[in-house]
Nanobody
Framework: QVQLTESGGGSVQAGGSLRLSCAAY????????MGWYRQAPGKEREFVAR????????RYADSVKGRFTISKDSAENKIYLQMNSLKSTDTAVYYC???????????WGQGTQVTVES
């Protein structure tokens, strides 16, 4: 299976910023999509952002558009999520996602807690 290592979670004040990272330990050149989902207590896991291996196909949830930016390291299988203007409603466990192109299997990181204090 694909190994995913997340980092960057923490606690910030409302209006603050935080940057998450996720490294995927894979080989080869098979297309994939990586991204971020989040889940708050008592709520369903929801999509946040994603990016293709080639750096294209960037998508955002409406709730974070204009505040969050997803990016990919050009030399590594690593993605980032820059989160600005954080709100209390952004508080959740953030999970890194990985999916091979053309496959049904999804891979998930262990999750990193993001807490926005208000």
């Amino acid at each position: 299976q694909v190994q995913l290592t997340e980092s960057g979670g923490g606690s910030v004040q409302a209006g603050g910023s935080l940057r998450l990272s996720c490294a995927a330990y894979v080989r080869g050149t098979i297309p994939y999509i990586m991204g971020w989902y989040r889940q708050a207590p008592g709520k369903e896991r929801e999509f946040v952002a994603r990016i293709r291996r080639n750096g294209g196909g960037i998508r955002y949830a409406d709730s974070v558009k204009g505040r969050f930016t997803i990016s990919k390291d050009s030399a590594e299988n690593k993605i980032y999520l820059q989160m600005n203007s954080l709100k209390s409603t952004d508080t959740a466990v953030y999970y890194c996602y990985f999916g091979w192109g053309g496959e049904d299997t999804d891979y998930w990181g262990q999750g990193t807690q993001v807490t926005v204090e208000s």
